[in-house]
């Protein structure tokens, strides 16, 4: 049997394509179909990552769990840095948080003086791939024996809990020349496609949310939870809502004041 490993870009590095050429006739073997897959994973995860971008779409909200030493995550959508998605179908808890260090005195320290990092976890989101459905194999891979084979990858997530705590996005613009007046500067637009977007970050999780740790022998609360420091997907819906908000603050700075208009 020949066994081959074909890799499609689907979130390593930026390679070209191929697909398959079926024709009449043909042997089918299971890296056709492997092929397959591959171009069309690799081909939507290239287009989710450099159009759609990464992030937070909808859900995944994280709260308090009543036992007040772990978080629960939400039910939601999320596309990871390497184009992937993740689909968190179900309300998921976390692994227990452990207590932030005492002060010099042994004793908990307030809230307000708890700004290093050690004080601080943030609770990430990764996508998760396990073999399922053992299947019973009539044909052995490579000239061995084998009972059975997966015949299924079933995509899944993990929820981690990582030290320390993540910064919130950069809100400034990063194409700063790029209008000018009532121009729109094409060249700076150019320059910035042209220099960004290929690289895939190692990690390619999207943190959710910082939490302050609870204090030894105490409780998170809601307030110490930070969700704003997850990116999020700027969707057709997201950013129609954005546009309204534009022309309704427009439409309010134009008005004459002290009257209608």
């Not at 049997?1 to 191929?18: E, H, I, Q, Y």
């Not at 993540?166 to 020349?177: A, G, K, M, T, Y």
Request: proline share 6%; charged share 25%; with cysteine.
């Amino acid at each position: 049997m020949t066994m081959r490993l074909k890799d499609n870009g689907g979130g390593g590095a930026l390679v070209s394509f191929t697909r398959t050429r079926f024709f009449h006739g043909q042997l089918l073997e299971a890296h056709h179909l492997e092929d397959e897959q591959s171009y069309l994973n690799g081909k939507r995860q290239l287009i989710n990552r450099l159009i759609n971008g990464y992030g937070v779409v909808a859900g995944l909200n994280v709260a308090v769990d009543p036992s007040g030493v772990k978080v629960v995550v939400s039910p939601g959508f999320a596309l990871d840095k390497a184009g992937r998605e993740i689909v968190v179908p179900r309300a998921t808890l976390s692994e227990e948080i452990a207590p932030r260090p005492n002060g010099e005195d042994g004793q908990p320290r307030p809230e307000e003086q708890c700004q290093d990092d050690r004080d601080w976890v943030h609770v990430v989101l990764c996508l998760h791939e396990c073999l399922s459905a053992p299947e019973k194999s009539f044909v052995g891979a490579c000239d061995c024996e084998t009972e059975c084979e997966h015949a299924a990858i079933r995509e899944r997530f993990e929820i981690r809990i990582e030290e320390g705590r993540v910064r919130r996005p950069d809100l400034e613009c990063s194409i700063r020349d790029a209008v000018i007046g009532s121009r729109i500067r094409y060249e700076e637009l150019v320059t910035w496609v042209t220099t960004h977007g290929l690289e895939v970050p190692a990690d390619v999780c999207i943190p959710l949310a910082n939490v302050l740790r609870p204090p030894e022998g105490g409780s998170i609360d809601n307030g110490s939870i930070d969700i704003n420091v997850r990116p999020i997907v700027y969707g057709a819906d997201l950013l129609f809502e954005l546009i309204c908000g534009l022309v309704n603050t427009n439409d309010e700075q134009s008005r004459p004041r002290g009257g209608k208009r």
